[in-house]
C-alpha cells in the first residue's frame, strides 16, 4: 500500500468512543470514522498509530470514512471484518482454496437454527456448511481468537455440530482468515474466553474440520499467503 495513492487517506488514530466508531486525526482536523470490526483491537489501536482510511461508499452517513487498516510496527493490517468473507466467496468461486474440494455450487448466508452460516457447498462429497471468523490478534507469530468475548462465535460452534449430527450436512467447517502476514500459529484465547475456546474443541472433537489461513492486504483485497497450523489445545 503506497502512501501516495487517491484510494485512501493517511490518518492518525486518537480514540474509540464505541466499538464503531473512531476518532482520527487527518492533518490538522479531528474526524469520526466507522471502525468496521467489534473487536477490541487494543494491541492495534493505540494513540498516534498511522491508520488507513477509505472514503465511504454509501451517502447520508453519520461518518464520511471507514477505517480500514492500521500499520502496526512493519506491517500494514487490515481491520475491516467484511473483507474475510468476501474472500472466502472469491476463493470459492475460483477453487483456489486447497483444503475445499469436490464441490459444484455455492450458497452464501444460508439460513439455519434462527440464524446464518456464512457459505453452504453441495457437490461429490455432499453439503458442506462453512463459518468464516475474522483474525487480527497476532502475538509473536501466535494468532488468538477472539480478542473479546462472543457468545455468538460459540454458538455457531455448536450449530455447526448440530447441522451434522442432525443430517443437515455431511460436512461442518470454520475458516478462521487472519488479516495479517506474520502468523505461524492459530489457537483458540482460552485466557480471553475460555466458553469459545470450549466450543471450538467440542466441535473439532465431533466432526467440524477446523482451518486457520494466512492473508495480507493487497489493493484493498486479502491475498492468500497459506494454510497456519491450528493448535486447539494449547492452553489446556
Known sequence: MKESTSDYIIGHFISRPNRFLGKVRIQDREVDVFVPNPGRMNELLNPGKTVYLRKAAAKHRKTDYDMVAVKHEDLIVSIDSNLPNRFMKKKLETHQLPFINNYTSI?????????RFDFLLDGESGRTV???KSCTLV?????????APTKRGARHMLHLVKALSDGLVENAMVVFVIQRPDAELFSPNDPMDPNFGDALRYAYENGVEV???RTKLVDWELQYLGIVPVRLYHFK
Not at 139 to 147: A, I, M, R, Y
Open 107 to 115: 450458497k452464501p448466508e444460508p439460513s439455519m437454527y434462527n440464524g
Open 130 to 132: 462453512i463459518e468464516v
Open 139 to 147: 502475538e509473536q507469530g501466535h494468532t488468538l481468537f477472539p480478542d
Open 211 to 213: 482451518f486457520a489461513i
